[in-house]
Nanobody, 125 residues
């Protein structure tokens, strides 16, 4: 079993930045592919970014490409999402997710078995 916990959300003005952090405990962190997702009220889960076990591969949704950066520190069992140039449309609950048996890197939510409780990001105009 993997426990995933997000932190770092908050209120920020449009154009500002936030860095989200996710820690995962349980089986070896470097055996997990990791991803960031978000869900705004009334909308479906949206995959944002994912990263392979050894950081050699990343993938971004078009909506955040060039603004968000995913990274991980396997020595610290920690995943990050650096979010720059934030917009009001980025307001959502942000979730970290882990996969122990993913084939190719993907943002399909059903490929991730372990999810955190989420951290709220609110971007004011």
């Amino acid at each position: 079993q993997v426990e995933v916990v997000e932190s770092g959300g908050g209120l920020v003005q449009a154009g500002g930045s936030l860095r989200l952090t996710c820690t995962a405990s349980g089986p070896s962190f470097d055996d997990l592919a990791m991803g960031w997702f978000r869900q705004a009220p009334g909308k479906e889960h949206e995959g944002l970014a994912c990263i392979s076990k050894s950081s050699d591969n990343t993938y971004y949704a078009d909506s955040v490409k060039g603004r968000f950066t995913i990274s991980r520190d396997n020595a610290k069992n920690t995943l990050y999402l650096q979010m720059n140039s934030l917009k009001p449309g980025d307001t959502a609950m942000y979730y970290c997710a882990a996969s122990a048996d993913m084939g190719g890197l993907t943002l399909r939510p059903y490929e991730y078995s372990f999810w955190g409780q989420g951290t709220q990001v609110t971007v004011s105009s």
